[in-house]
């Protein structure tokens, strides 16, 4: 069974469009956290929420929203989408501040 | 400003050969340090995680070790085959502020092991 999943695996949209990216993990974790990797493979933190309350919010535009109903799940909400939002974004979950593990990454594009 | 930094960036050995990936921080004060694995179009896979008070861990034929003084973290893969090929990234936990767990990342070294 896979740890940490996110769906959609894919997204292309067209500029201005407002999407959603959705993650759960069955590990049991009390922190997850949202990470981008931009097109030159750097990865950089967005969000961490520990028990469903927002931890770390890395100067990022209010367009993005996490959301996290329960301990299992954050999912990461974009309002008008930019060209530069195109990236991957990838979902972690750990018991803080223990190993990280990280989903399979959402490819985002941005027509 | 906390950051990490890895070199090479790119690096291409033959198979068999024992090489040493490099990572430095920019402060002394962390929590711990963590190496993934990253294929193409995947996720991050954890190879070792050191702990501050930590010199060093061993996975296998993976051995990372921790100098905080001198802000230096070292990937040792030894007898490297063509699986091996793949981005290794370097991630710092800095201590102080929250303690939940923000990682500090390098610019990754993509690893090619030719046959």
């Known amino acids: 069974d896979t740890a940490v999943s996110q769906t959609p695996k894919y997204l292309v949209t067209q500029m201005g469009n407002d999407k959603s990216i959705k993650c759960e993990q069955n590990?049991?974790?009390?922190?997850m956290y949202w990470y981008k990797q931009d097109s030159k493979k750097f990865l950089k933190i967005m969000f961490s929420?520990?028990?469903?309350?927002?931890?770390i919010n890395e100067t990022v535009p209010n367009r993005f929203s996490p959301k996290s109903p329960d301990k299992a799940h954050l999912n990461l909400h974009i309002n008008s989408l930019e060209l530069g939002d195109s990236a991957v974004y990838f979902c972690?979950?750990?018991?803080?501040?223990?190993?990280?593990?990280f989903g399979p990454g959402t490819r985002l594009t941005v027509l | 400003k906390q950051e990490v930094t890895q070199i090479p960036a790119a690096l291409s050995v033959p198979e068999g050969e024992n090489l040493v990936l490099n990572c430095s921080f920019t402060?002394?004060?962390?929590?711990?340090l963590q190496w993934f694995r990253q294929d193409p179009g995947k996720g991050l896979t954890s190879l070792l995680l050191?702990?501050?008070?930590?010199r060093e861990q061993t996975s296998g034929r993976l051995n990372a070790s921790l100098d905080k003084s001198s802000g230096r973290s070292t990937l040792y893969i030894a007898a490297s085959q063509p699986g091996d090929s793949a981005t290794y990234l370097c991630a710092v936990k800095y201590a102080g502020g929250t303690s939940y767990g923000k990682l500090t990342f390098g610019q990754g070294t993509i690893l090619t092991v030719h046959p």
């Open positions: 590990l049991g974790h009390d922190t």
């Open positions: 402060d002394s004060a962390i929590y711990n």
């Open positions: 972690a979950s750990s018991h803080a501040p223990n190993t990280q593990y």
């Open positions: 929420y520990n028990n469903k309350e927002l931890i």
């Open positions: 050191i702990q501050s008070s930590q």
